[in-house]
């Protein structure tokens, strides 16, 4: 295995940000701002409209972008969630709700957010041309969830509404090449949440059943998958010259800092 791991870009390395630093650096804040959006209370409020639990929702929102397949192709797309969990919450929106609708009124919620959470950004427009190229140029080959989510058309033509659909995609494709780079580390979903930083806490909020594999021998394991997908992600910052992912990177923390006020 390659021991390499890229360094985060700190206020010494500032000046040199690779792509896969990048990536490295700008998952976090990408995390934080999507998961402003799904824990936005309505958010959360449209699951109960439309008659799900908040499993059920998560679960159909995520993957209906993929349209009317079976729950095991739903579960293999998301990767990182129990099959068995993902069939629970599939069937059971499925019962109420075409999967895929669910999908297109998550986008709509996540335009509607964007537009009343971002839209007053300072540099909103500058944070979408940037965020916006890194997903055009993004490689879907082998991504299946965040290619059918690049191909949903986008129903608000608003900077606020295009940048938070912006960063969510930027969000699934790091997600969706994590799950490439675990497998290739030769790791299973449930050993590569064990071994990240939430353990088994981490297990039981995607459904996994105990007993869990112990989390020591694969630690270092884990750590070459990141890399792998650091330098996956990275590949689409390259669209972006030094000086504009440094700058990426700044959006990115701003605006979290922005709404965290």
């Known amino acids: 295995m390659n021991d390499h791991f890229p360094e985060p870009v700190t206020r010494s390395t500032i000046g040199h940000v690779t792509p896969e630093q990048a990536a490295a650096t700008a998952r976090p804040g990408l995390a934080g701002l999507v998961g402003a959006f799904a824990e936005s209370p309505r958010t959360l409020r449209r699951a109960r409209l439309l008659g799900l639990s908040g499993w059920a929702y998560h679960v159909s929102a995520r993957a209906g972008a993929l349209g009317d397949v079976k729950p095991e192709t739903a579960a293999a797309a998301i990767g990182f969630i129990a099959p068995e969990a993902v069939t629970d919450g599939w069937e059971a929106a499925a019962k109420t709700t075409e999967p895929h609708e669910v999908a297109t009124w998550h986008l709509h919620e996540l335009c509607r957010w964007g537009v009343e959470e971002l839209g007053e950004f300072a540099r909103l427009g500058r944070l979408l041309t940037l965020s916006r190229r890194v997903v055009d140029a993004a490689d879907a080959a082998g991504l299946p969830l965040f290619a059918a989510w690049r191909a949903m058309p986008v129903p ?28 290739a580390s030769g790791l299973t979903p449930l050993q590569a949440i064990i071994a990240g930083p939430e353990g088994e806490t981490g297990a039981v909020a995607f459904g996994w059943q105990p007993p869990y594999p112990a989390a020591g021998p694969i630690v270092r394991r884990l750590m070459w998958a990141e890399s792998v ?29 922005a709404l965290a006020r």
């Open 156 to 183: 608000d033509t608003s900077p606020g509404a295009q940048t938070a659909v912006a960063l969510h995609l930027l969000h699934e494709h790091r997600l969706s090449v994590q799950g490439v780079a675990v497998r």
């Open 229 to 257: 997908a650091d330098a996956l992600a990275g590949q689409a910052y390259a669209e972006l010259d030094l000086a504009e992912r440094i700058e990426l990177i700044g959006l990115l923390e701003s605006s979290q800092q």
